[in-house]
C-alpha cells in the first residue's frame, strides 16, 4: 500500500483559495487512483474528488463542481485539491487516499492520510 501525508490545511475566510498537497510513498503512486474526502464535525466522512492513474479522468460530488480542482503529479509523488471560492460550510478534515482505480477510491478507498483541518470564516 501507499503512505499518504496531506498538508496545506489552515485557517482562510470565505471567498478564498487554498490548495492541499499529499505526497505519496512508494514506487507505484503511479498506478493508484487517489481523492479526497471530507468530514466536517457531527457528520459523517464525504467523498470529495478523485482522479485516475494517469490523471485524464476525474470525478467530483456535486457540491464541489467548478470550485474544487484535482490534479496530481506522478514525477512527484503528489497531488493537490485546488479549492475556491471557499465557503463556510467547506469546513472539514480534509484526507486523501488511494486504491487501485477510481471507482475504488470513490467507494472508500484502501490508503488514507491522517487528514488536515480546513476553516473557512464567514
Known amino acids: 500500500q501507499v503512505q499518504l501525508v496531506e498538508s496545506g490545511g489552515g485557517l482562510v475566510q470565505a471567498g478564498g483559495s487554498l490548495r492541499l498537497s499529499c505526497a505519496a510513498s512508494?514506487?507505484?503512486?503511479?498506478?493508484?487512483?487517489v481523492g479526497w474526502f471530507r468530514q466536517a464535525p457531527g457528520k459523517e466522512r464525504e467523498f470529495v474528488a478523485a482522479?485516475?492513474?494517469?490523471?485524464?479522468?476525474?470525478n467530483y460530488a456535486d457540491s464541489v463542481k467548478g470550485r474544487f480542482t484535482i490534479s496530481r503529479d506522478n514525477a512527484k509523488n503528489t497531488f493537490y485539491l485546488q479549492i475556491n471560492s471557499l465557503k463556510p460550510e467547506d469546513t472539514a478534515v480534509y484526507y486523501c487516499?488511494?486504491?487501485?482505480?477510481?471507482?475504488?477510491?470513490?467507494?472508500?478507498?484502501?490508503?488514507w492520510g491522517q487528514g488536515t483541518q480546513v476553516t473557512v470564516s464567514s
Open positions: 487516499a488511494a486504491g487501485a482505480n477510481l471507482a475504488t477510491v470513490v467507494a472508500g478507498a484502501s490508503s
Open positions: 512508494g514506487r507505484t503512486f503511479s498506478t493508484y487512483a
Open positions: 482522479i485516475s492513474w494517469g490523471g485524464g479522468r476525474t
